[in-house]
């Protein structure tokens, strides 16, 4: 799956959002918001192409993200203001370590790191990683989580350069459509 096709699907995250905040916050959502969220995974079945060869078991991973991403982000809401944010970050970072490591063990098991230039990839990506992470869980506690979608949509767009850049993918086809779709959507 192109990296710009992966990066899209994993939009559906406000979709997730909308749908969880109603049975773990109470939220209510209105008929045009609801509209809205099932316009918006039509838009997500047009991405991954559902039913056709394009399509893969591949397309579950940035989806399953994207749902664990929503829990995140509306359980987020339901810690007190007095714990800091940073805390929540390092226990939940502590979780997903030993979460990966029991995955890791039992599909496929633990080796050694070759290059050297690989180990300094994983620790980027760590700290990137983490920072992103508090951010974004800053982010949800502080404002209503309608108000960040429309921030999280620049990845359309950095997510398709990026992936022409380093791995010289241009998935028009794929993206074009839905992604324009879902601007359009959000840019009404």
């Known amino acids: 799956m192109a990296f710009a096709t992966a990066s ?7 979709l997730f959002t909308a749908a969880l905040a109603i049975p773990i916050l109470g939220k ?3 008929l ?11 838009e997500i079945i047009m991405v991954i192409q559902l039913g056709t060869e394009v399509f893969s078991a591949y397309a579950f991973f940035p989806l399953a993200a994207a749902a664990l991403q ?19 970050n390092l226990y939940s970072s502590f979780s997903s370590l030993l979460g990966a490591a029991l995955v890791t063990y039992f599909l496929g098991g633990f080796r050694m790191i070759q290059p050297a230039t ?5 620790i980027s990506m760590g700290i990137l990683g983490g920072v992103a992470a508090l951010l974004l869980l800053i982010s949800y506690r502080i404002t209503e989580h309608s108000n960040l979608e429309p921030f999280s949509y620049f990845g359309l767009l950095i997510s398709f350069f ?8 241009a998935p028009w086809i794929t993206i074009l459509p839905g992604g324009l779709f879902l601007l359009r959507e959000k840019c009404l």
């Open 8 to 14: 899209n699907v994993t939009y559906a995250t406000e």
């Open 28 to 30: 209510r959502v209105g």
């Open 32 to 42: 045009i918001r609801r509209i809205a969220v099932l316009v918006g995974f039509l």
């Open 70 to 88: 929503a829990l995140v982000g509306v359980t987020s809401r339901l810690f007190y203001d007095a714990v800091l944010s940073a805390l929540l």
């Open 118 to 122: 690989d180990v300094f990839l994983i």
């Open 162 to 169: 990026l992936g022409c850049l380093f791995f010289k993918e």
